[in-house]
C-alpha cells in the first residue's frame, strides 16, 4: 500500500509560481511511475505531468507545457511540481498520483492517489 501526501499548494497572484511536493510512504517509490493531475470545480480530473521511475522521461498537457516542472528525488521518496507563469484557469485541486507499472496519464489507471492540495490563481 503506498501513502501519498500533498503540500506546498496556496493562494498566488496571476504570473506568480508554486512548488507543490508529493511524498510518499508505505512503500518505496523508486520504481513507480509518478504523475500530476487536476480537478477544477464541475470538470472532469485531468491530467497534467508525469514521470518515469528513472526520471529519463516526462510528460506534459499542453496548457501546462513550457510552465509546469515535474521532478522526483527518489531517495526522499518525493515527487515536486514546480508551477510557473500561473494563470486564473490553473485553479484547481492538484492530486499526486502513483503507478508501479504505467506512466500516469490517464486517471482511470491510476493506482493511488494522494488528498489533493488546492491551488488558487488570482486576476
Known amino acids: 500500500q503506498v501513502q501519498l501526501v500533498e503540500s506546498g499548494g496556496g493562494l498566488v497572484q496571476t504570473g506568480g509560481s508554486l512548488r507543490l511536493s508529493c511524498a510518499a510512504s508505505?512503500?518505496?517509490?523508486?520504481?513507480?511511475?509518478m504523475g500530476w493531475f487536476r480537478q477544477a470545480p464541475g470538470k472532469e480530473r485531468e491530467f497534467v505531468a508525469s514521470i518515469s521511475w528513472s526520471s529519463i522521461n516526462t510528460y506534459y498537457a499542453d496548457s501546462v507545457k513550457g510552465r509546469f516542472t515535474i521532478s522526483r528525488d527518489n531517495a526522499k521518496n518525493t515527487v515536486y511540481l514546480f508551477l510557473n507563469s500561473l494563470k486564473p484557469e490553473d485553479t484547481a485541486v492538484y492530486y499526486c498520483a502513483a503507478n508501479p507499472d504505467r506512466i500516469p496519464k490517464n486517471p482511470a489507471v491510476v493506482m493511488y492517489w494522494g488528498q489533493g492540495t488546492q491551488v488558487t490563481v488570482s486576476s
Open positions: 508505505g512503500r518505496t517509490l523508486t520504481y513507480y511511475a
